[in-house]
């Protein structure tokens, strides 16, 4: 067994502005990578830059990252760290950012390489370091070496080849407070996507698995506030962030499955966030795993079976709005990929794959 986590996680209420020195240890000069506008809006860009100016550390900007960030935004972004002669990144924001942040730390060492690189694997991992700020509750970037980027040319996201773990990250609830609803949902689905999927990887162990059934046990204290039963508070912040790094740490070492590679096409051809995406496809993939694992999830989460677990997750999703082709897409592109379609511990062949997408959700 093999747990691999080299981030260190500083977890707390303004924990940017109290650990501002861990800055100091990354280098002199920051550029600083965030989407256009949340950052700004939800303290952590102000966070940061009084951290940088406090500890003497120059900085600039790049605030040009897109949702479901593109090659074509890294490269842009490399050129952007190289003119400012960065010595290190801090990423800001939802998984975008921070994955585009990884990719642009990646190139930036590498100041030679073309587009092609990202993809192409030839590389070494050598990447400035990078500090990380996570501003949504889900894709858990801020604990994986994992960024995943849009490739126009194939239609589709995929990750790339290298693994860029952040140095550090500051994890802090209180860049919830005024994200809306239906963003606290769709990534609340995304990192309770990578607890289920991580369970059942092959490459999954107890240490894995610790990671994922805590991530679902303090995920599951907040399931009244995602139904919206009742408001949410500083806590649930604190603890949708903490369950998204938990689900973070476990996807580091297992990686992801089947509705995750499903519902790239729903985001590439839709326009559907990522989290929605993937938890289209996750009451079906729960159907048809094996029943152990299965009841261990569904009791850890509360849940007394699957039609009621069936039932939460339509309502914490809400309508989405798929279409045959992107569909049909999906499955075409998963049906005889091996690395999806062999990689957890049960096999759905492809009649099993055809309920997932079909039938089961
Ligand atoms: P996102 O694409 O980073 O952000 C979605 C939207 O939310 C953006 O409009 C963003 O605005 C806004 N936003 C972010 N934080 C906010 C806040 N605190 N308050 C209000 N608005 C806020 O969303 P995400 O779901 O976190 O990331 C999805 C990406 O992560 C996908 O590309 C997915 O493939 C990837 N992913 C990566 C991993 C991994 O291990 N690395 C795992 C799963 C998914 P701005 O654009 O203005 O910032
Ligand atoms: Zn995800």
């Given at each position: 067994m093999r747990f691999f986590m080299p981030t260190e996680l500083l977890d707390g209420e303004n924990c940017v502005g109290k650990y501002s020195?861990?800055?100091?240890a990354l280098g002199k000069k920051a550029l600083i990578v965030t989407g256009k506008k949340s950052a700004r809006e939800n303290g952590s860009f102000e966070d940061v830059t009084t951290a940088l100016d406090k500890q003497g550390i120059a900085w600039t900007e790049f605030a040009e990252v897109e949702e479901n960030p593109s090659v074509e935004t890294v490269m842009k972004g490399r050129d952007a760290a190289i003119q400012s002669e960065a010595d290190f990144i801090v990423g800001i924001g939802g998984g975008s950012p921070l994955d585009a942040a990884k990719a642009i730390a990646l190139m930036a060492a590498h100041p030679?390489?073309?587009?092609?690189?990202?993809?192409?694997?030839?590389?070494?991992?050598?990447a400035l370091p990078m500090a990380a700020v996570p501003t949504?509750?889900?894709?858990?970037s801020e604990a994986t070496g994992v960024a995943v980027l849009t490739r126009h040319e194939l239609k589709t996201k995929g990750s790339i080849p290298y693994r860029i773990f952040p140095k550090v990250a500051f994890i802090d609830?209180?860049?919830?407070?005024?994200?809306p609803m239906s963003l606290i949902l769709s990534t609340a689905v995304d990192a309770l996507a990578h607890i289920i999927e991580s369970y059942f990887m092959?490459?999954?162990?107890d240490y894995s698995r610790m990671a994922a059934l805590h991530g679902l046990k303090v995920w599951t204290r907040s399931k009244p506030v995602l139904l919206g039963e009742r408001y949410i508070n500083a806590q649930d912040r604190k603890n949708l962030m903490c369950a998204s790094t938990l689900a973070g740490m476990a996807i580091a070492q297992t990686g992801t499955s089947i509705p995750h590679a499903l519902s790239y096409p729903l985001t590439y051809?839709?326009?559907?966030p990522h989290g929605k995406a993937v938890g289209y496809f996750l009451g079906g993939f729960l159907e048809a795993a094996p029943d152990e694992g299965k009841w261990e999830l569904l009791s850890t989460g509360g849940f007394r079976n699957l039609s009621e677990f069936k039932g939460f997750l339509k309502k914490l999703l809400g309508?989405?709005?798929?279409?045959e082709e992107a569909l049909n897409r999906g499955y075409e592109m998963v049906k005889d990929d091996p690395k999806r379609m062999?990689?957890?511990?049960f096999q759905v062949g492809h009649e099993g794959l055809r309920k997932i997408v079909y039938e089961h959700n």
């Open positions: 020195e861990k800055f100091s030679d390489a073309g587009a092609d690189s990202l993809y192409g694997g030839d590389l070494d991992s050598e949504t509750c889900g894709t858990g609830g209180k860049y919830l407070v005024d994200a092959l490459k999954a162990d051809d839709l326009g559907i309508e989405v709005a798929v279409t062999e990689c957890s511990i």
